[in-house]
């Protein structure tokens, strides 16, 4: 019983002060560190976009970009258009299989993107979905393939329809400029209720019918397309968490009443914690999130981030959506960027566009291959391991810890092949070259600093990665940089 007590002291005494970082907003907390944990440890994860907007191969925008009226771009999606999203190629457990092969540790699939087209089964009766299309929920396909392999669940969904005037024009009194000509009209208040309406009860049947889902990615926040997310959440959330007299707060039917609350309706996040209370969440509708995210090509520069992060791109710099013009990243560009993330305590979520008919385009598949191989080496370095103990130095190096080893990853900028590691008071054990398990010399220097000589910077050229070994344990130097 004494034991038992002690026990339940140390956990909380292990756990407070870490949940006490984690921000509450709207009236929903981010995840705990417990929970974060997974995320944390998984450094790398499989995007995929797919819908209807493959038929076209230019990208998921497509429907917006041409201005096409939505009758026009949905007849991809049916059989009598003769080519259409027919997915008769579609196997999830291969997908599953390349991203375990690519080193991946979770995915994240658009259960529906911008053009409203829901890749699973709605009840909600204004729905465009594939089970009308072709008779088949392919979001349970790919959940079920995910859970038999063990590989972590998430689901981009995007709040904006583009099927709904009122998207760009909520109040009925203002329509925002955009590609469809829409220009201002009194019904589309209600015509953006219903958006709203379409939204919850979808949202609903993902939190509820697939079983425990890790991560839901949301995605479109802004309103007619100008603003932020953030700008945009008095509309999507409402509910309990906002102004009471919120005129957007209404009975969706779905929300019920929160009676903690004062009555009032839960909001979208208050609705997703209370069916997935584990779930992860991005910050793109409006709330916090519980990771912050950084999207496209920019270079990732600057310290270690203290915040929980993600960093996604395409593999197909023509879009994330499927394009008949590929213009795919080589393996140099996917391991600078994802070692540029890990050094800075990041996640990178690199997105995959399959074709109308579920596969994914040669090239992608290449060089997610070429990225699992070398993860197979590098790995110890990667997963698990936690930035630091000292901040990267851009273009140059950066490091990871894990347990009693310290890795430094000198990236392409850094000439030479010695290395000084900064002042340290920790004894060294021992140093190698993490690829070729090779013995690397060494000497402290009277400063505390340490010369690593030797280094074969052909063992690696995009990411040489020294593993250096101390008589204790290295990674709780790192617990400010969490
Ligand atoms: C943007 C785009 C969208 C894409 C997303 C991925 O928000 O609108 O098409 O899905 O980025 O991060």
């Not at 929300?255 to 997935?276: E, F, H, N, P, W």
């Not at 590098?378 to 930035?387: C, D, L, N, V």
């Not at 990267?392 to 190096?397: E, G, H, T």
Request: positive net charge; contains cysteine.
């Amino acid at each position: 019983m004494r034991k038992l007590r002690l026990l339940i002291i140390l956990l909380l005494l292990n756990q407070l002060p870490l949940k006490a970082q984690r921000i509450s907003d709207m009236g929903v907390a981010q995840q705990p560190d417990s929970v974060m944990q997974w995320f944390k440890d998984a450094k790398f994860g499989l995007f995929i976009h797919w819908g209807v907007y493959a038929v076209y191969g230019q990208g998921e925008w497509y429907l917006y970009n041409k201005g096409l009226p939505y009758k026009n771009y949905i007849k991809a999606a049916y059989p009598q258009n003769g080519n259409y999203f027919d997915a008769d190629k579609y196997d999830p457990d291969k997908w599953v299989k390349l991203a375990q092969d690519a080193g991946m540790k979770y995915m994240v699939l658009t259960t529906r993107h911008h053009d409203g087209f829901a890749l699973f089964n709605s009840h909600f009766p204004n729905s465009i979905t594939s089970q009308q299309t072709l008779g088949r929920d392919l979001v349970a396909e790919y959940v079920k393939a995910c859970r038999k392999a063990g590989m972590r669940i998430g689901f981009y969904y995007s709040v904006l329809s583009w099927r709904f005037p009122g998207y760009f024009d909520v109040n009925g009194t203002e329509a925002k400029p955009n590609h469809f000509g829409i220009t201002t009209a009194a019904w589309h208040k209600q015509n953006a209720l219903l958006m709203k309406a379409e939204l919850y009860e979808q949202v609903k049947e993902l939190m509820t019918q697939y079983g425990q889902i890790d991560d839901i990615w949301w995605d479109g926040g802004w309103l007619g397309l100008q603003g932020n997310d953030r700008d945009a959440a008095y509309f999507w959330e409402s509910g309990k968490y906002r102004d009471p007299k919120n005129e957007w707060a209404g009975n969706y039917g779905v929300l019920g009443i929160d009676s903690t609350a004062g009555g009032r309706y839960l909001g979208i996040m208050g609705m997703v914690r209370k069916y997935q209370p584990y779930i992860l969440s991005n910050a793109r509708s409006g709330w916090i999130g519980d990771y912050a995210n950084e999207e496209g090509y920019a270079e990732i520069k600057g310290p270690i981030r203290k915040e929980y992060w993600e960093k996604c791109l395409s593999l197909d710099k023509n879009g994330w959506g499927y394009t008949k013009k590929q213009n795919v990243l080589s393996l140099r560009e996917v391991i600078t960027f994802l070692v540029n993330v890990v050094i800075r305590n990041g996640n990178l979520l690199l997105n995959v566009g399959p074709d109308q008919h579920g596969i994914i385009p040669q090239d992608q598949v290449t060089v997610l291959k070429e990225t699992g191989n070398w993860l197979h080496k590098a790995g110890e370095s990667i997963y698990g391991a936690t930035a630091g103990p000292w901040d990267p130095v851009d273009r140059q190096y950066g490091f990871t810890s894990r347990a009693n080893k310290v890795y430094v990853h000198l990236l392409e900028g850094y000439k030479g092949n010695t290395f000084i590691l900064p002042a340290l008071n920790d004894r060294i054990i021992a140093c190698y070259d993490l690829y070729t398990k090779k013995k690397l010399s060494y000497t402290v220097n009277t400063d505390k600093t340490v010369t690593i000589r030797n280094i074969d910077r052909n063992s690696n050229q995009y990411d040489t990665i020294l593993e250096i070994v101390f008589n204790q344990n290295m990674e709780t130097k790192n617990e400010d940089n969490k």
